[in-house]
């Protein structure tokens, strides 16, 4: 997941980054261009599609670990 902190006070918007990094740039954004104001704004969220790949491929391992345990168990038992 990426992140991005669109400035309250102006159109600066944090390049996509972490959420700590991005809310860092944005602190430093307020530090600069707009001290002395709470900073304010919305943060807008993205998916990296490689991560919801790499998740899906961890589910599909473990549904098949899963498979093959209950196979070996079905085996055995018989
Ligand atoms: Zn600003």
Redesign the pocket.
């Known amino acids: 997941m990426k992140y991005r902190y669109w ?6 918007k944090t390049p996509w980054a972490d959420e700590p990094a991005g809310r860092l740039a944005q602190l430093r ?2 530090a600069r ?2 001290a002395g104001v709470v900073p304010g ?1 919305h943060r807008e969220r993205r998916h990296r599609w490689s991560d919801v790949g790499q998740g899906c491929l961890v589910l599909l391992c473990l549904a098949l670990l899963l498979l093959a345990a209950l196979v070996l168990a079905w085996l055995s038992g018989h």
């Open positions: 400035c309250g006070e102006c159109g600066y954004h307020y261009w707009h704004g």
